[in-house]
């Protein structure tokens, strides 16, 4: 039976019609806060005396203004057409990196003893973005194909330059295992160097941009100058051995995108610090220290930054391939879906677990529990295949949506029976 027009009106101004009235609501109360704040910035730039500390942050939140509303609109975007969590949940944490840090580091040039406690919570979410943004290309290979088969069918993939001497990984679990290591290491150091440095500065022996081996300013950036990179390449590596199968969600954008925030800022507020360490200083610009000055300047420059990574970041992890007509999730299994983390937790748990048991020598193999007379490996094989095991979360939603069965695979490692994909673009098997 069809829908009355006053019946389909009732509806839309429901809650279950949150899809039709979220995006002007938004609109307004954005447009609210741009009335309240803009009065109190001139306020404050009234009362503050002139320095080139004040344009500048002047000026970055004018590029803040222009940034934000980009952002949340595209995230709003896929939480309207929340038709594929196990991508779509990766996607809007990637997104919210650049909200995140255009407002962190806005805040952070007028408050320059507040950076310290700002720039941690930054760079903690800088590594959760990496962890993300491989999960997002593992959870989209293992829907679309049987990884493990798929990559253990495939030519080795030899090391790249500067790690060629490296021995081989082989094709398979063991591959993708070693690459997802590779990515989890730096989401978990980071945070580690980060808290550290929290410590060393409110201690007195940070030392930003200073070069002596007494502060750890240092130490510090020589630790995550080397996961950084090592993650780098491992990300780097997995695209070179599944670039045909990635091929349908045009990975290399979003390679550029991650990186170029993630890294590039990294080694942005290396130069920086070196600069500003090496000219004059003067008190005059607004800044007190030379610290506080590099920490302004990295700030300053990343408010810019972001209106362009903003943009990029809409096109590129575009929310229209993911428009399903007819799918009604309901607003809270969004929101509740974006905000689970306990993939996180579990993934970073397994491999804790797997460097653990590495480390610990293992059981001789004669002491080992039997079944049948032959040695239980069963735990090794259950925790390769947890490495590519959707969440408990990603799976509930795949149930409401219609397409939570787990597929079949074809000879080729192809899905044969699958949802409609809509970045299928490429030619079914012959034998389909």
């Known amino acids: 039976m069809e829908m009355s027009d006053t019946e389909s009106g009732q509806q839309r101004f429901s809650l279950r019609g949150w899809r039709f009235w979220i995006r002007p609501v938004v609109i307004v109360v954005y447009s609210l806060l741009f009335l309240v704040t803009v009065p109190l910035v001139a306020v404050y730039l009234e009362k503050s005396q002139e320095s080139p500390k004040t344009e500048a942050w002047l000026i970055a939140g004018v590029f803040v203004l222009f940034t934000v509303p980009i952002s949340l609109w595209t995230i709003l975007q896929h939480l309207i057409y929340y038709t594929q969590p196990e991508?779509?949940?990766?996607?809007?944490?990637?997104?919210?990196?650049?909200?995140?840090?255009?407002i962190d580091s806005w805040?952070?040039?007028?408050?320059?003893?507040?950076?310290?406690?700002l720039d941690t919570l930054r760079e903690c979410y800088e590594a959760y973005v990496v962890y993300n943004f491989m999960a997002y290309l593992l959870n989209y290979l293992t829907r679309e194909y049987e990884l493990a088969g798929t990559l253990g069918a495939k030519s080795q993939q030899k090391h790249l330059v500067p790690f060629?001497?490296?021995?081989?990984?082989?094709m398979g679990?063991?591959?993708i295992e070693r690459c997802k290591?590779?990515?989890?290491?730096y989401t978990i150091l980071r945070p580690i160097t980060t808290l550290i440095a929290l410590i060393c500065e409110?201690?007195?022996r940070y030392h930003e941009g200073d070069f002596s081996p007494a502060y750890a300013w240092v130490w510090i950036v020589f630790i995550n100058n080397a996961s950084q990179i090592w993650a780098m390449y491992c990300l780097v590596l997995f695209y070179y051995a599944t670039k045909e199968e990635l091929k349908p969600i045009k990975p290399v954008g979003k390679f550029l995108c991650v990186k170029l925030v993630v890294f590039a800022s990294f080694w942005q507020a290396v130069a920086i610090a070196i600069v500003v360490f090496v000219i004059p200083f003067k008190q005059k610009w607004g800044w007190v220290t030379r610290d506080e000055m590099a920490n302004g300047l990295q700030d300053f420059i990343i408010c810019i930054e972001m209106l362009i990574a903003a943009v990029a970041h809409h096109f590129t992890f575009s929310y229209k391939p993911f428009i399903i007509q007819g799918h009604n999730v309901p607003w809270y299994r969004s929101f509740r879906s974006m905000l689970d983390v306990s993939d996180v937790r579990q993934d970073i748990a397994e491999q804790v677990r797997e460097v653990g048991q590495r480390v610990i020598p293992k059981q001789a193999p004669w002491k080992r529990r039997q079944k049948n007379g032959f040695t239980d490996d069963s735990e090794k094989y259950d925790e390769l295949s947890s490495l590519i095991t959707p969440s408990s979360s990603d799976g509930e939603m795949a149930n409401i949506l219609g397409y939570g069965e787990r597929p079949s695979y074809s000879s080729h490692g192809r899905v044969q029976d699958n949802h409609t994909d809509a970045y299928d673009n490429v030619e079914r098997d012959s034998d389909r």
Do not use: N, T
């Open 202 to 204: 409110l201690a007195g």
């Open 173 to 175: 679990g063991i591959f």
């Open 87 to 102: 991508l779509q949940k990766h996607i809007i944490r990637i997104l919210w990196m650049v909200p995140i840090y255009s």
């Open 107 to 117: 805040v952070a040039i007028i408050y320059p003893p507040s950076a310290i406690y």
């Open 164 to 170: 060629c001497c490296f021995p081989v990984w082989p």
């Open 181 to 185: 290591q590779g990515v989890l290491q």
